[in-house]
C-alpha cells in the first residue's frame, strides 16, 4: 500500500512538472536578471530606468524586486505597496494580489520587502518559484529581476531560472572583482553575459575593461564559448541621485540628458541581441 501511495505521489509530481514546463515554454514572456557582483554600482536605479524605457517600446513589464531583505524598488516607483511577493511564498495570498500597477504605463511591480528574514528552512527555490509562476501568466512581455548584490544561493537561484543576465558595475576594483567572480561562474551555464558599466567617463573606457575581464577568464579556462556582451555605459550623473530620492525616474525627468541617451542606447542594444537570438 505505501509503495502505491508513493508512485502515485511520483507521478503527480512528474506531472505538475510537466505542466510547469510546458506553461513556461509557451509563454512569450523573456526573464532577465539585473545584477552586480557588489551592491552600490546603482543597480536598482539603473533596472527602474531600464524598465521605463522598455515600456516606451509598448512592452509589458514587470519588475520583481528580489534584493531580498534590502528591496528599494516600490521606493523608485513611489508606490506603497500593501503586500509583496514573500507574502505569496509565506502567506498563500493569491498572485494577482502582490503585483501592482506602479502608476507607469505597461509597467507592474512584484515588490519586495525591506527588513525582511528569511523564513527558517526556506529553500532558495521557493523565492524563485515566483519568476516561474509569472512566466506562466504569460501577460508581460519581459520580467525584469532586481537580484541583491554579491552571490548568495537566492541570487544565484534567481539566475539560474532567467533567460538572460545583465550585470551592472563600476571600474572600482573591488567592484571588477566581484563581477568577475560572477562570469566563471555563470559560464558554466549560461552562455552569455550582458554589461552596463554605471559611473564611467567613456563608452570606449567599458569596452577595453570588458575586454580585459574576457581575457583574464580565458587565460583562467573560462569556458570559451561563454559570451560577454558590452552593450554601453553611464557617466556619472547627479541627475541620477537627485531624481532617486525625489521617488521619479531620470529618464522621464531628464529624458534629453547625456545619460538618459546613453541609458536609451543600451536598452537599444539589448533588445537587439535578443532578437537576434530569439
Known sequence: ????????????????????????????????????????????????????????????????????????????????????????????????????????KNISLCAGKSGYQYSKGTSSFLYSRVVKDIVALDEYDILLIDTGAGLNEYVKEFLSV??????????????????????????VTKRRIFLIFNQTPTYKMGENISLSLRELALKNQLNKHFVVKYIGNLPLDTNLQITSRLRKLFVKEFENSGSSLDLNEIVNNLIKEMKSVS
Open 1 to 104: 500500500m505505501f509503495d502505491d501511495i508513493t508512485t502515485q505521489a511520483s507521478e503527480l509530481l512528474r506531472l505538475t512538472k510537466q505542466r510547469d514546463s510546458n506553461s513556461i515554454s509557451n509563454s512569450k514572456t523573456k526573464v532577465i536578471a539585473i545584477t552586480s557582483g557588489k551592491g552600490g554600482v546603482g543597480k536598482s536605479t539603473i533596472t527602474a530606468n531600464i524598465a521605463y524605457l522598455l515600456s516606451l517600446y509598448g512592452k509589458r513589464i514587470v519588475v520583481l524586486d528580489a534584493d531580498i531583505g534590502l528591496a528599494n524598488m516600490q521606493i523608485l516607483f513611489n508606490i506603497k505597496p500593501k503586500a509583496t511577493f514573500h507574502e505569496y511564498i509565506d502567506n498563500g495570498l493569491a498572485l494577482k494580489d502582490v503585483i501592482l500597477d506602479t502608476g507607469y
Open 162 to 187: 532567467s533567460d538572460e543576465i545583465l550585470a551592472v558595475t563600476t571600474p572600482d576594483p573591488s567592484a571588477l572583482t566581484d563581477v568577475y567572480a560572477l562570469l566563471k561562474m555563470l559560464s
